[in-house]
């Protein structure tokens, strides 16, 4: 079977369409020619590569907590997407849940961008999180996870960190944020999604000096609790990227079929709800994504 026969979920991904839904006025980055990729054409992009699903991720650039380009993807495709909102910390339980019906099934905090106090402050939306089986969703950059692990691991909510956790890729495994985040694997309710290698590798395509940092991940967390992302359609990147390079590059750091299922598929599918229904919250119990990460 060909590896673009193979069944996948995209775990981070954007859609951005400022001709139906425009940018935030106060926006600090505002998305332009070949970076906006509207709902459609990422589905055109999902049939041609075989990806079946996919966790789209409100962005901080362009609509930060605006999340009606994100919203609208959910309802016209609620059997292919699940989404992560960007919310503001004060959000309302009721505000929350109703984004939980519509297919939101976490919410981004990007401390990478914004710093680290905004997520410090943000407890009682967590324990909110929690209360209705949703995700916190972490981007950090560098060796802020050193700092904020230890609060996260005290949280209720189960996590998803971006990207690896965007170490810095001279500075090796054992630096400090790194080294935070292969810790945090012992709390049992965090996924690490193996995505946004030029994010922070310092080599152009197949960005080498990130396989070390791959790899730890896998054997600190497991493809138990490892997802994959493409990052489509790509903001920011130092050079041009296309899909199906991306594909199989996961391909060579993970060789083995039956573990890029379990990452590629099987994860996801488990801990962000592609096999439920739009229009309530989990049928089980509302900790199911949290006992669900520390299976």
């Given at each position: 079977m060909s590896l673009f026969d193979e069944d996948k979920i995209d775990c981070h991904c954007h859609v951005f369409d400022p001709i139906r839904f425009p940018y935030r006025d106060d926006t600090t980055y505002r998305p332009a020619q070949q970076e906006i990729g509207t709902t459609a054409q990422f589905v055109r992009v999902m049939d041609a590569y075989g990806v079946r699903h996919a966790l789209l991720v409100g962005p901080t650039s362009g609509y930060r907590t605006d999340n009606r380009c994100l919203l609208d993807a959910l309802e016209t495709y609620p059997a292919r997407f699940r989404g992560i909102a960007v919310v503001d910390n004060d959000i309302s339980r009721g505000e929350l849940a109703a984004l939980r019906r519509a297919g939101v099934v976490g919410v981004a905090f990007n401390p990478a961008m914004e710093g680290i106090e905004l997520v410090r402050e943000a407890g009682a939306l967590f324990?909110?999180?929690?209360?209705?089986?949703?995700?916190?969703?972490?981007?950090?950059?560098?060796?802020?996870?050193?700092e904020l692990g230890p609060w996260l691991a005290s949280q209720p909510a189960a996590l998803a960190v971006d990207h690896c956790g965007r170490p810095n890729s001279v500075d090796g495994v054992a630096q400090a944020?790194?080294?935070?985040?292969?810790?945090?694997?012992?709390?049992?309710?965090?996924?690490?999604?193996?995505?946004?290698?030029?994010?922070?590798?310092?080599?152009?395509?197949?960005?080498?000096?990130?396989?070390?940092?791959?790899?730890a991940l896998l054997r600190a967390f497991g493809p138990e609790h490892c997802v994959w992302g493409s990052d489509w359609p790509f903001l920011r990147?130092?050079?041009?990227?296309?899909?199906?390079?991306?594909?199989?590059?996961?391909?060579?750091?993970?060789?083995?079929?039956?573990?890029?299922?379990?990452?590629?598929w099987d994860t996801p599918r488990r801990l962000f709800g592609f096999?439920?229904?739009h229009g309530g919250e989990p049928a089980s119990s509302p900790r199911a994504r949290v006992e669900s990460l520390a299976s």
């Open positions: 324990g909110m999180l929690a209360d209705l089986g949703m995700v916190a969703q972490i981007q950090v950059a560098g060796d802020q996870m050193a944020g790194f080294d935070a985040l292969l810790r945090l694997a012992d709390s049992g309710r965090a996924c690490v999604k193996l995505s946004g290698w030029q994010k922070y590798s310092r080599t152009a395509h197949p960005y080498e000096d990130t396989r070390p940092y791959a790899q990147a130092p050079e041009r990227l296309d899909y199906g390079p991306l594909l199989t590059l996961f391909e060579t750091i993970v060789p083995d079929a039956d573990v890029r299922r379990q990452i590629q096999d439920e229904a």
